[in-house]
């Protein structure tokens, strides 16, 4: 059975897209066998997973140089999920061929005008990678949303301008996700912390990946 | 007063038409292009001096570099010819002055 393959891309840094990946391959791992593939040169995701104290329920892997989807689908088909983490770039390579390669691509937005602006080039992307890969879902998903604020309120009206659904779930502005990166664990390893977080990034999974 | 929500969707919308306009800008190179020809053309007069004295410096250069390997074949005139290039080409870098103040001393 080849490996589901989830991209979490956004051209924009800081969006949320190591938190999403690293939180999303710890929910699915209790599904299945899960790699996170690291493909940011900032290491962000291996530098997670070397920090705790326990394992990471995920293997964590980096990957640089040329690389394909067939490769990818070769190279990691014993694992049933494969969560793919990108670079804040959509012309690298590794976005390019992430989103070529994928099932799903997960697209992290903040609730800020500048990053629904620095992301308008994303529906262009993702109807050129679909040209290659016709499978290719693509959702939005909303990230630290602040339930108070006008601007959250206020994006998923915002987000209809562009051509790709916005998931239901969203993941709110929580300390605890940062908490987590800190102490090299996923959300899920918090216990009643990580509650809450943990049902967002549950809700994600539902929606999308397993259904 | 304009909703956050209104302002939000307007400035997706302003930012997507801006994007748009820029991707559409080569598919409308025949309205673009006579303004960047205008543009050019406009400024080809006033840089239009400068290209020419440019020319000169080649075509002074190389009959000079002929003289010079000429020069070389006849030894009587080495001194006269070599100085004549050299006071032919400083005029045309435009230190014209340069070598009148040095050479005396």
């Not at chain 1, 699915?28 to 530098?47: F, K, W």
């Not at chain 1, 908490?179 to 809450?196: E, H, K, M, P, T």
């Amino acid at each position: 059975m080849p490996t589901h393959v989830t991209a979490v891309v956004n051209q924009k840094g800081g969006a949320g897209k190591t938190t999403l990946a690293m939180n999303l391959a710890a929910g699915l791992s209790r599904r299945g066998d899960t790699v996170v593939i690291d493909l940011d040169p900032q290491g962000s995701s291996r530098q997670w997973a070397t920090l705790g104290n326990a394992p990471f329920p995920a293997t964590v892997k980096q990957m640089s140089g040329k690389w394909d989807a067939r490769s990818l689908q070769k190279g990691f088909q014993a694992y049933r999920y494969t969560v793919l983490d990108c670079p804040p770039s959509l012309d690298s390579h590794a976005s390019l061929q992430a989103l070529r390669a994928c099932d799903i691509a997960l697209i992290p937005i903040l609730p800020s005008p500048v990053d629904l602006w620095a992301s308008l080039r994303l529906p262009q992307e993702i109807a050129e990678a679909r040209k290659v890969n016709p499978k290719l879902r693509a959702f939005l998903l909303l990230n630290q949303m602040e339930p108070r604020s006008a601007l959250s309120a206020s994006m998923r009206e915002a987000l209809e301008e562009f051509d790709i659904p916005v998931l239901v779930a969203a993941m709110r502005r929580r300390a605890v996700y940062r908490g987590a990166a800190l102490d090299g664990v996923s959300v899920y390893q918090l216990g009643g912390r990580g509650a809450q977080a943990a049902a967002e990034i549950e809700a994600v999974i539902n929606e999308v990946i397993t259904q | 007063m304009m909703k956050t929500k209104d302002k939000l969707s307007a400035s997706v919308r302003q930012a997507k038409a801006g994007q748009k306009s820029e991707t559409d800008a080569p598919e409308s190179a025949e309205t673009a292009k006579p303004a960047e020809e205008a543009t050019t053309t406009a400024a080809k007069p006033q840089s239009a001096p400068l290209k020419q004295a440019a020319p000169k410096k080649p075509a002074a250069r190389k009959p000079a570099a002929t003289t010079r390997k000429a020069s070389t074949a006849t030894a009587t005139r080495k001194p006269t010819v070599t100085k004549k290039p050299q006071s032919g080409e400083i005029p045309e870098t435009g230190s014209a002055l340069f070598p009148k103040r040095v050479w005396p001393d």
